[in-house]
């Protein structure tokens, strides 16, 4: 019953900037927090941002100075803005809902399918 939509994704060169989005839609109560989170090939998936309802803002050290993670204008949507990107940025990136309650009363964690993010001349 939820679906999140995600874009922003592609190729870019060192130091250069991307926009991830991410949109929840369905019948969505409330969400507790949405977040990006990276994973490469057999490795534990990682916070890379994250954002509350009440914006309260976490990000990894390695994007700390770098990454802004925001809402978006949509009811739930948040944006991701990658700047002064570096080639161990590159790896594929999840949107994640925290904790979204939907009409029948119950709570689930969801994640979106993925978008590559590569960072190479």
């Known amino acids: 019953q939820v679906q999140l939509e995600e874009s922003g994704g592609g190729l870019v060169q060192p130091g250069g900037s991307l926009r991830l989005s991410c949109a929840a839609s369905?019948?969505?109560?409330?969400?507790?927090?949405m977040g990006w989170y990276r994973q490469a090939p057999g490795k534990q998936r990682e916070l890379v941002a994250s954002?509350?309802?009440?914006?309260?803002?976490r990000y990894a050290d390695s994007v700390k100075g770098r990454f802004t993670i925001s809402r978006g204008n949509a009811k739930n949507a948040v944006y991701l803005q990658m700047n002064e990107l570096k080639p161990e940025d590159t790896d594929v990136h999840y949107c994640?809902?925290?904790?979204?309650?939907?009409?029948?009363?119950?709570?689930?964690?969801?994640w979106g399918q993925g978008t590559q993010v590569t960072v190479s001349d």
């Open positions: 994640n809902v925290d904790r979204v309650r939907i009409s029948n009363g119950l709570t689930y964690d969801w």
């Open positions: 954002i509350t309802s009440g914006g309260s803002t």
């Open positions: 369905g019948s969505i109560v409330s969400i507790n927090a």
